[in-house]
């Protein structure tokens, strides 16, 4: 067909040779966009500029109420899930266990981990369109680059330790990472060793973390929190904690190079212009599993 255009061409005015030209032109661009659409999206929070000369980290640049522009809600439901929520309407659960409340709205992400089955379920929910396992079922590293347009998913794996004396579990964790409204939110599982420097380069920057403080099933405190002074974000919330002395004693070796709020609120709205302009601990009130009249 297309070795005949030049002869069908020959028998027409110059004027309309040129117009059927430019629409052959437009009709291969159409063809060859959806394959140039599917390129993976580069990650922001990657940005190789410490170390670099001239150049530095720029750390501060109800559930059902719309968001203003630019600005992610995160909600802490129990134990280690939080729920995230964009300005255009994703959502995504953490560490999802199966149950959200009575009253909860199918999320379009979740991400689970092994660790134990407060982190994980083997039945989610079906009417989820994304259900992201942080280890590989086949026994290598999970690899995720969910990309939702407004949000983009990825993980670095982490090793777990066995409860059962089988020794190491390699890439038995992920902690997820969100991007979303120029934020890198990063979400730690159930870290169980300090990251290497390469993991530490893979996670990028990460404005929000959310880190696991029990002190005992995860990393001991003071190992927690020499992770969370080499990543620095400006906020920390805590998550998995057992009881108020370990919190406590999180929070007292978290006090001297970061700032300590305590909140009654179960939810905060951060956008990169609303980041502290020193590095901050947030206790967030857990929404004990979704009892509660406004749903997620």
């Excluded at 689970?112 to 280890?135: E, F």
């Excluded at 934020?183 to 599982?189: A, D, E, M």
């Excluded at 420097?197 to 959310?210: H, K, N, T, W, Y």
Aim: contains cysteine.
């Amino acid at each position: 067909m297309i070795a005949g255009i030049p002869m069908f061409l020959a028998g027409v005015t110059p004027m309309l040779r040129l117009c059927l030209v430019l629409l052959a032109v437009l009709s291969l661009t159409a063809l060859v966009a959806p394959a140039q659409a599917q390129e993976r999206r580069p990650s922001h929070c990657i940005a190789l500029v410490e170390n670099t000369p001239g150049l530095e980290v720029i750390w501060r640049a109800g559930f059902r109420d719309v968001l203003p522009k630019d600005t992610v809600r995160l909600s802490y439901i129990d134990h280690s899930m939080y729920l995230l929520q964009t300005t255009g309407g994703l959502s995504a659960v953490t560490d999802y266990n199966g149950f959200l409340g009575p009253e909860a709205h199918v999320p379009d992400v979740v991400t689970m981990n092994q660790s134990h089955s407060s982190h994980w379920t083997a039945m989610p929910d079906p009417a989820i369109p994304y259900v992201l396992k942080g280890w590989d079922e086949l026994g290598g590293a999970a690899a995720h680059h969910l990309d939702l347009g407004e949000m983009l998913v990825r993980n670095v794996t982490t090793d777990t330790r066995s409860r059962w004396g089988e020794g190491v579990r390699r890439d038995g964790n992920s902690i997820f990472i969100f991007e979303v409204a120029g934020l890198c939110i990063g979400h730690l599982g159930h870290l169980h060793h300090i990251p290497s420097p390469e993991q530490f380069a893979a996670i990028g920057r990460l404005d929000v973390v959310m880190a696991p403080v029990d002190g005992g099933m995860t990393l001991p405190v003071p190992f927690m929190i020499r992770v969370l002074k080499e990543l620095r974000s400006s906020i920390v919330l805590p998550m998995h904690n057992f009881s108020g002395g370990t919190l406590d004693a999180f929070l007292q070796g978290m006090s001297g190079e970061f700032l300590i709020e305590r909140r009654q609120e179960r939810s905060i709205e951060i956008s990169l212009r609303s980041l502290p302009s020193e590095p901050t601990v947030i206790v967030l009130k857990p929404r004990f599993l979704g009892f509660d009249d406004d749903g997620l």
